[in-house]
């Protein structure tokens, strides 16, 4: 097991921990009270895979468990499935993980003689701040398994305000770091794949992967049943835009649009 690997177990430990001891104190079990379950779906045009100018129709699942608050909490499609272990209204932090796909010249011509990336996951911590009722601020760390053995780190900010009673509009900056684990597997050519894929060599460090900005256009059509329409853009930098893959075959920029629908499940635990 690497050092990154861990830190992201003993992070998770730590935040159970903490939510355990504070439960106890209390009376009740961590876990007791009224909590909500959010799933659904996205689908949306984005680019064919990190770093292509060219784009596909995709889709992907919306998941995230957590405590009932006080009111509605703002949730973004960016959000990794997570689960909150201390919920504290304007501050929470809790355990959170992502699937990632696989990745060979299937995905686009464009990478052929690179290696194939293989399905994993990622896993860590997240942490949600709310400085006031129409601002929230997420940080996500994640280290990779199995399809990387870097450590990547989610930066969001978005503002949300609704604009009529069930239309909400929200949005903000993005911003992506990783360490050189992950650039090597998505970004780095070695000697070998240079030869075989005819681009130039390229051996990334770590550093800023991207940044943008997000805006979405959400519906509440039910008390749980939710829709929404978003548009992202971002630009790649840093080891990411360095990559002999991007510069000669693909794009730094790099935009997404799509829709997306979520229903909230209530339930209670003792």
């Known amino acids: 097991m690497s050092h990154r690997s861990v830190v992201s177990i003993s992070l998770a430990i730590a935040l159970l921990s903490l939510g355990s001891a504070a439960a106890q104190e209390s009376g009740q079990h961590f876990w007791s009270g009224d909590w909500y379950l959010n799933v659904g779906v996205a689908g949306f045009?984005?680019?064919?895979?990190?770093?292509?100018?060219?784009?596909?129709?995709?889709?992907?699942?919306?998941?995230?468990?957590?405590?009932?608050g006080a009111g509605p909490?703002?949730?973004?499609?960016?959000?990794?499935?997570?689960?909150?272990?201390?919920?504290?209204?304007?501050?929470?932090?809790?355990?959170?993980?992502?699937?990632?796909?696989?990745?060979?010249?299937?995905?686009?011509?464009?990478?052929?003689g690179l290696r194939k990336v293989k399905w994993g996951a990622e896993a860590g911590g997240f942490v949600e701040v709310y400085p006031t009722d129409f601002l929230r601020a997420r940080a996500e760390v994640r280290?990779?398994?199995?399809?990387?053995?870097?450590?990547?780190?989610?930066?969001?900010?978005?503002?949300?305000?609704?604009i009529a009673p069930d239309l909400q509009l929200s949005g903000g900056p993005r911003a992506t770091f990783a360490t050189r684990g992950y650039y090597d597997a998505y970004y780095g050519v070695s000697a070998k794949h240079a030869a075989e894929?005819?681009?130039?060599?390229?051996?990334?460090?770590?550093?800023?992967?991207?940044?943008?900005?997000?805006?979405?256009?959400?519906?509440?059509?039910?008390?749980?049943?939710?829709?929404?329409?978003?548009?992202?853009?971002?630009?790649?930098?840093?080891?990411?835009?360095?990559?002999?893959?991007?510069?000669?075959?693909?794009?730094?920029?790099?935009?997404?649009?799509?829709?997306?629908?979520?229903?909230?499940?209530?339930?209670?635990?003792?």
Not at 200 to 214: E, L, V
């Open 143 to 162: 280290q990779g398994i199995r399809s990387h053995d870097g450590v990547v780190a989610d930066l969001a900010i978005d503002a949300f305000t609704d």
């Open 197 to 270: 894929s005819g681009l130039d060599p390229y051996k990334p460090t770590a550093g800023m992967q991207s940044y943008g900005a997000g805006a979405a256009l959400t519906w509440k059509a039910t008390e749980n049943l939710s829709a929404s329409s978003f548009l992202e853009y971002k630009r790649l930098a840093g080891p990411a835009a360095d990559s002999s893959l991007v510069r000669e075959r693909g794009s730094k920029n790099q935009v997404l649009i799509g829709v997306s629908a979520t229903y909230k499940f209530n339930f209670s635990l003792q």
């Open 45 to 68: 045009s984005a680019p064919k895979f990190e770093g292509s100018s060219h784009n596909e129709f995709k889709f992907s699942p919306l998941i995230s468990v957590g405590r009932q």
């Open 73 to 112: 909490r703002f949730s973004s499609r960016n959000d990794n499935p997570s689960f909150a272990l201390i919920d504290k209204g304007a501050f929470r932090a809790g355990i959170v993980g992502k699937f990632v796909p696989s990745r060979d010249d299937g995905d686009g011509h464009e990478l052929k």
